[in-house]
T-cell receptor, first 114, second 112 residues
Framework: DSGVTQTPKHLITATGQRVTLRCSPR?????VYWYQQSLDQGLQFLIQ???????AKGNILERFSAQQFPDLHSELNLSSLELGDSALYFC?????????????FGPGTRLTVT | GESVGLHLPTLSVQEGDNSIINCAYS??????FIWYKQESGKGPQFIID?????DKRQGQRVTVLLNKTVKHLSLQIAATQPGDSAVYFC???????????FGKGTMLLVSP
């Protein structure tokens, strides 16, 4: 158990809908990362937050957004969902959000768009 | 458990064999590399890392080799066990940046 929690574990929704994925980092970690894992694209970095502020942005679509709250939990919002958004979404956390930090991954949320 | 990929290269070994998993990284400027293990239904888990000023680093039953000339990374697992069965990913990063770029992954299957 990495100490990172993600909810829900599974999510099934229809095209065009909007969903919110939730992540609680390990106790004491200030930085949260979001990743998307799909069959054809592998594991891709989406976005990173550190202590409530966006720190780095990767291959995140404009339909997707995220935030980190004062209690350090984070949410990833996915809107206008398409079939291709079906994937595993992982959250990871690290203490200071630097390249030296080990990232600890949560168990993921499986999103299925029908 | 969850399947992370149906089209990954697969390495099948017998319990007790040594396993070698290879990875070609993309950015010649990358100077920090990590191997992750992902078991079915779980998130990736850190195994071992190496910085570009080294060409070899050893951990417990694992060794990572780095060849910067050909942008190649390998993970050697000694005395492979059924519990080592998982998908293995290499990841690269630039020091000073916190983001990781992951390779496609290799599935390791260990038969008892």
């Amino acid at each position: 158990d990495s100490g990172v929690t993600q909810t829900p574990k599974h999510l099934i929704t229809a095209t065009g809908q909007r969903v919110t994925l939730r992540c609680s980092p390990r106790s004491g970690d200030l930085s949260v990362y979001w990743y998307q894992q799909s069959l054809d694209q592998g594991l891709q970095f989406l976005i990173q937050y550190y202590n409530g502020e966006e720190r780095a942005k990767g291959n995140i679509l404009e339909r997707f957004s995220a935030q980190q709250f004062p209690d350090l939990h984070s949410e990833l919002n996915l809107s206008s969902l398409e079939l291709g958004d079906s994937a595993l979404y992982f959250c990871a956390s690290s203490p200071q959000g630097t390249w030296r930090d080990e990232q600890y991954f949560g168990p993921g949320t499986r999103l299925t768009v029908t | 458990g969850e399947s992370v990929g149906l089209h990954l290269p697969t390495l099948s070994v017998q319990e007790g064999d040594n396993s070698i998993i290879n990875c070609a990284y993309s950015n010649s400027a990358s100077d920090y590399f990590i191997w992750y293990k992902q078991e079915s239904g779980k998130g990736p888990q850190f195994i071992i890392d190496i910085r570009s000023n080294m060409d070899k680093r050893q951990g417990q039953r694992v060794t990572v080799l780095l060849n910067k000339t050909v942008k190649h990374l390998s993970l050697q697992i000694a005395a492979t066990q059924p519990g080592d069965s998982a998908v293995y990913f290499c990841a690269e990063s630039l020091s000073g940046y916190s983001t990781l770029t992951f390779g496609k992954g290799t599935m390791l299957l260990v038969s008892p």
